[in-house]
């Protein structure tokens, strides 16, 4: 391993964000909605009736295509379900690796997505902005979004999302609002430190529709919607009640949630390990410099 290599491995650290923030991570998922996996291992004698006359192959399919709040109502009918969502690769993979991202779309109700979406967006890295890793992903429709993106202020519309009062006031049918990506937003404390607001807490559910998805709905009010106000505390619960730290899964056994570089003091960009490989390639590894600070090197001070 050459001198490079060393530095890019002994940084690799998770660290704290400059600037902390309080969302799903916060709501003691572990407590408020344990998975109780393998409570009737070893005892699948129940029938699953009609579904047990399907080839495995297509009960797979069939499964993979079920929304997480769908796929664990499904898991608690017998035995033998247990045992057919228990033996699903990526049902397996999320429970061992990132249990809370199962736990959050089933306290949150998110059905805009199945299961084969979620697995399918975790094992890839990239912000749905830009190129960095998406560090978070937006529970409403299961998008990738790294922090900088959803604190920029050009993105904060698209990821603020709409109360369903809201929506029918600006001329969505209930009918229609079936159709929209959304979820029930869980009571807990939301926000970051801004100036001098701090994180608020949230006491009632509300379902929360996807702000894009809203604007493309037939019967849409643009007017109506620019007419109501809401308060920046509100707006503020509801962008963050959304959003819950997302590993990149990649092809080992092991999560990335990524890291910040020591290099780069005051970024709240994370990395995943590769991420920062090439970062490293890019700026240099991590020195020394005036004042001690920790800063990239460049290839040609290290000759
Ligand atoms: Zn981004
Ligand atoms: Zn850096």
Known sequence: MDSTNTTWRQTYARQE????????????????????????????????????????????????????????????????????????????????????????????????????????????????????????????????????????????EYYTPIHQAHVLRCGISKKDLKHLPSIQSLPGWYGDYEYNNYTYFHTRRYRLFDRTACSSAPNWSHSKHLSAKESDNLTKIKRYSCIISAPYLGLGNKADWGASCAGCRQSEVLYTEEGLHDHFEKLGPVGRGTNNWPCHISPTVQE
Do not use: H, W
């Open 17 to 156: 964000r400059t600037r902390p923030c309080f969302n799903l991570d916060d709501c003691n998922l572990g407590t408020a909605c344990p998975l109780d996996a393998g409570q009737f291992a070893g005892q699948s004698q129940s029938s699953l009736g009609q579904l047990a006359r399907f080839p495995l192959e297509t009960l797979t399919e069939i499964l993979l295509g079920l929304d997480i709040p769908t796929l664990i109502a499904f898991r608690q009918v017998n035995r033998y379900a247990m045992s057919a969502v228990d033996s699903l690769p990526p049902y397996r993979k999320l429970r061992q690796q990132c249990p809370n991202i199962l736990r959050a779309a089933l306290c949150v109700q998110a059905r805009g997505y199945d299961l084969r979406t979620l697995e399918e967006t975790l094992q890839t890295s990239k912000c749905s902005q830009c190129s960095e890793f998406g560090d978070y992903l937006y529970m409403i429709t299961c998008r990738r979004i790294c922090y900088p993106c959803f604190d920029d202020y050009a993105n904060r």
